[in-house]
C-alpha cells in the first residue's frame, strides 16, 4: 500500500508572495498523481494531475506541480497567491491497481 | 464535465436514527467511494463499489453500510446514527484512468 505525506499542515503566505506545498508518497511503482483543493464546506476539486508524460503540469489558475520520481515527490507551487487560494489542498496518488491514496490535507492561509 | 451530486448539503439528525445519504453521477463511470472527512484525519474510505450490486470494505466500514442498485446510484446508510459519526461525508466516482471526481459533500450533525 502507498502512503502520501503531506508535510505541512499549516502554510501562511502573505498575498502575492510564492508558496510550495510539500508531498511525498512512498512507492516508486508506477503512480498516478494528484492534486486536489477544499474550499470551506464544499467538495473536493480536481486542481491537476500526472499521468504520463512531461513531468511538469499546471492548473488553470497558476498552480504547477512536478512529478520528481527520485524523490517521490509531487510539490504544488504557485509563484504569487491570491487571497482566493485560501482553501484545504489535499496530494493523492493512485497506484496499478486504481487504489487512491490520500495525505492528510494542507490548509493554506494567504494573508493580506 | 463529470457531475456528482450529493442529495443534501447539511443534515441533522438524533441518535439512533436511521440515515440514507445519496450519491448520483452522470458519467457512467463503474468505481463510486464514499468518504468520511474529519479535521486532522484527512479522507478516510468507508466503503466502495466496482459495479452494480458489488461492494468492499474500505478502511472504517464499521456502522456503515451501502447500496448499489444502479450505476448511477451508490448510497450510504446509517443503520442507526451515533454521534461519533457526526462529519463531513465525501462521494466520489472514478474515471478509467482512476481520476476521483468528487460530489459537493453533506455535513452531518448527529444530535
Known amino acids: 500500500a502507498q502512503s502520501v505525506t503531506q508535510l505541512d499542515s499549516q502554510v501562511p503566505v502573505f498575498e502575492e508572495a510564492p508558496v510550495e506545498l510539500r508531498c511525498n508518497y512512498s512507492?516508486?511503482?508506477?503512480?498516478?498523481l494528484f492534486w486536489y483543493v477544499q474550499y470551506p464546506n464544499q467538495g473536493l476539486q480536481l486542481l491537476l494531475k500526472?499521468?504520463?508524460?512531461?513531468?511538469l503540469v499546471e492548473s488553470i489558475n497558476g498552480f504547477e506541480a512536478e512529478f520528481n520520481k527520485s524523490q517521490t515527490s509531487f510539490h504544488l507551487r504557485k509563484p504569487s497567491v491570491h487571497i482566493s487560494d485560501t482553501a484545504e489542498y489535499f496530494c493523492?496518488?493512485?497506484?496499478?491497481?486504481?487504489?487512491?491514496?490520500f495525505g492528510t490535507g494542507t490548509s493554506l492561509t494567504v494573508i493580506p | 464535465d463529470v457531475k456528482v451530486t450529493q442529495s443534501s448539503r447539511y443534515l441533522v439528525k438524533r441518535t439512533g436514527e436511521k440515515v440514507f445519504l445519496e450519491c448520483v453521477q452522470d458519467?457512467?463511470?463503474?468505481?463510486m467511494f464514499w468518504y468520511r472527512q474529519d479535521p486532522g484525519l484527512g479522507l478516510r474510505l468507508i466503503y466502495f463499489?466496482?459495479?452494480?450490486?458489488?461492494?468492499e470494505k474500505g478502511d472504517i466500514p464499521e456502522g456503515y453500510s451501502v447500496s448499489r442498485e444502479k450505476k448511477e446510484r451508490f448510497s450510504l446508510i446509517l443503520e442507526s446514527a451515533s454521534t461519533n459519526q457526526t462529519s463531513m461525508y465525501l462521494c466520489?466516482?472514478?474515471?478509467?484512468?482512476?481520476?476521483?471526481?468528487f460530489g459537493p459533500g453533506t455535513r452531518l450533525t448527529v444530535l
Open positions: 466520489a466516482s472514478s474515471s478509467p484512468q482512476g481520476t476521483q471526481y
Open positions: 512507492s516508486s511503482v508506477s503512480v498516478y
Open positions: 500526472y499521468l504520463s508524460g512531461s513531468t
Open positions: 493523492a496518488v493512485s497506484d496499478p491497481s486504481n487504489q487512491f491514496y
Open positions: 458519467m457512467d463511470h463503474e468505481n
Open positions: 463499489s466496482y459495479d452494480v450490486k458489488m461492494k
